[in-house]
């Protein structure tokens, strides 16, 4: 192990290191078009864990926007709106990961993996309910839910033909 680190060592040092940087993360630029618009989405609990009771069945609506590289997810009917991060990208195929904050003390990411199919999707979303202490910010508790989803495009690019 000390001969590869010392070989190691001399290699960087005889022919010098030249700093590049790297660019990290999924660019909007390989999510579908198709994504983007507004559609009717429908969760099922499949399983859960912790203390709280997470809604058996939600029907939801989500638009999908981009500015950018900025991916946006809002829902008018509740009025929630977050920045989407990308995780994955491979064809049809795509992973988003959005965290908010719920009420004062509580954190909620969700984490969707989905499979794109004309102008629906199926997909799971992973939930993850942390609550924390007000007084030193510490993890009280963590609830866990999968949902498995079932979307349909009202609105967008592939609906309109645009």
Same mark, same amino acid.
């Given at each position: 192990?000390?001969?590869f680190l010392l070989t190691l060592l001399i290699l960087l040092l +005889? %022919? +010098?290191?030249q700093g590049e940087t790297l660019h990290v993360g999924i660019s909007a630029d !390989?999510?579908? *078009? *198709?994504?983007?618009g507004s559609w009717r989405v429908v969760g099922k609990v499949d399983k859960q864990s912790g203390t709280m009771n997470f809604r058996p069945q939600s029907v939801d609506f989500w638009n999908l926007s981009r500015r950018g590289d900025v @991916? *946006?997810?809002n829902n008018p009917f509740t009025g929630a !709106? =977050? !920045?989407?991060?990308l995780d994955y990208v491979e064809g049809n195929i795509i992973r988003f990961t959005k965290t908010g904050e719920y009420d004062y003390?509580?954190?909620l990411t969700d984490t969707v993996d989905l499979k794109l199919t004309g102008d629906t999707f199926t997909g799971v979303n992973y939930i993850t309910l942390e609550t %924390? !202490? =007000? @007084?030193?910010n510490s993890l009280i508790k963590k609830d866990t839910a999968i949902y498995l989803l079932k979307g349909e495009k009202i609105s967008g690019l592939s609906i309109t033909g645009k």
């Open positions: 192990m000390r001969k +005889g %022919f +010098g290191v !390989s999510v579908p *078009n *198709n994504f983007y @991916i *946006n997810l !709106s =977050a !920045s989407v991060k003390n509580k954190k %924390f !202490s =007000a @007084i030193d």
